[in-house]
């Protein structure tokens, strides 16, 4: 899993784990495939901020590998 501060990890169509702003306080993730960035500088220290294809906003926590979606699919 590697780590969402970095706009060069993140591309169109990369499967992520994001905390929405209303989730921010319990830290509540939201998985799914990166729509747009949003965050136009190269790095951020709460994670860059994308759209995902459902249409939510938040902050990228995690990148997800292939190995890391067993956890959604079993």
């Known amino acids: 899993?590697?780590?969402g501060n970095f706009?060069?990890?993140i591309a169109i169509g990369?499967?992520?784990e994001i905390v929405l702003k209303k989730d921010q306080r319990t830290g509540k993730l939201t998985y799914g495939f990166v729509k747009?960035?949003?965050t136009k500088?190269?790095?951020h220290p709460h994670g860059i901020k994308v759209m995902l294809d459902s249409g939510e906003v938040g902050?990228?926590?995690n990148?997800?590998?292939e190995e890391d979606l067993s956890a959604y699919f079993n």
Do not use: F
Request: glycine residues 0%; hydrophobic residues 35%.
């Open 1 to 3: 899993m590697s780590s």
């Open 7 to 9: 706009r060069k990890n």
């Open 14 to 16: 990369t499967e992520v």
């Open 36 to 38: 747009r960035v949003l």
């Open 41 to 43: 500088s190269p790095q």
């Open 59 to 61: 902050r990228v926590k």
């Open 63 to 65: 990148i997800l590998e």
